[in-house]
């Protein structure tokens, strides 16, 4: 099979946006649509799941190195984490779709994620009660991560300027739809479905070894202080955007002249972007669409 020419994809204009299921996607995400639903996922599969820009490569290292970094350490130099953990949904130049990766994963368990809303998670997931990590990170920091990635990330639409960017997120007009209908829709599921640990990002940036120790818990791992400190270490923003394995520097539909896959990792850094209208504007929206559920974030620590 001749290799795709990839420069000349990458000048080729973006995807558009378009309304798929109810919500906003690119075609990179619904090329293989049959292959997503019909995916059949095993007992011990562990689904990571977050809107974008939540956390998910964060997570997904800390279960890789869970699970594998003592048994395959190989792993951890040689292959990039896009690879170990496949992104289900995804079908992206120069690499195997989400589902082959899958299907192909050598590991016990297969670590596999998504940015699927909760309605549109292949349903054997469910049918076979696997365990669910799921990431939720406030609006504010959320959106302005977004933006950033957008703006050096290819296969995404342009995000345009800042003040219309927000419109967009609160519009619900971002690739993965609605934050709102997102967060709260795995919010929800966890009051039915025992099997999902839902976690904050705040809550990590907080205090990482204690976010890694309830992880365990919820997985039923019994890992030494020490394992847990080490990886707690390993898993340090500034460690991982060092490291060519997590920072996603090798994969090619990122312009990392614009701005790093892996930006600031902070909690805050909305309020060096929010203008005071934008924020109390954003406030207003916020309240009406976050009124009717018990979720709870914190915009600062």
């Avoid at 130099?77 to 690879?83: E, G, N, R, Y």
């Avoid at 967009?168 to 929800?188: L, N, S």
């Avoid at 892996?262 to 916020?286: L, P």
């Amino acid at each position: 099979m001749e290799e795709p020419d990839f420069s000349s994809m990458m000048s080729a204009s973006r995807p558009e946006l378009i309304e798929f299921e109810g919500i906003c996607m690119s075609h990179y995400f619904t090329d293989d649509w049959e292959n997503v639903q019909n995916f059949q996922a095993r007992p011990d599969d562990i689904l990571i799941s977050t809107y974008p820009k939540a956390g998910t490569t964060w997570v997904s290292y800390i279960l890789d190195l869970l699970y594998f970094g003592n048994t395959a350490p190989e792993r951890q130099t040689s292959i990039p984490i896009f690879m170990r953990v496949p992104f289900i949904e995804a079908v992206l130049p120069t690499i195997p779709t989400g589902v082959q990766l899958a299907d192909n994963l050598p590991t016990t368990p297969r670590l596999i994620k998504t940015h699927l809303p909760v309605q549109l998670v292949p349903k054997s997931f469910w049918e076979q009660n696997c365990k669910v990590v799921y990431v939720a990170r406030n609006a504010k920091d959320n959106l302005v991560s977004y933006f950033h990635f957008d703006r050096m990330n290819q296969i995404q639409p342009y995000p345009g300027d800042w003040n219309n960017y927000i419109q967009k997120f609160m519009d619900g007009k971002t690739a993965f739809g609605p934050w709102y209908d997102h967060v709260c829709g795995y919010w929800e599921k966890k009051q039915t479905y025992s099997n999902l640990h839902y976690m904050f990002f705040e809550d990590m940036v907080e205090n990482t070894d204690r976010e890694v120790e309830r992880l365990c818990t919820f997985l039923g791992l019994s890992k030494p202080t020490e394992e847990r400190e080490n990886i707690t270490q390993n898993v340090h923003f500034d460690a991982m955007k060092q490291n060519q394995m997590t920072n996603y520097s090798t994969l090619p539909v990122m312009n990392f002249s614009i701005s790093p896959f892996m930006r600031k990792g902070k909690v805050g850094d909305w309020k060096n972007h929010f203008t005071v209208a934008q924020n109390e504007q954003f406030d207003e929206h916020y309240k009406e669409k976050m009124k009717n559920t018990t979720l709870k974030f914190r915009t600062q620590i």
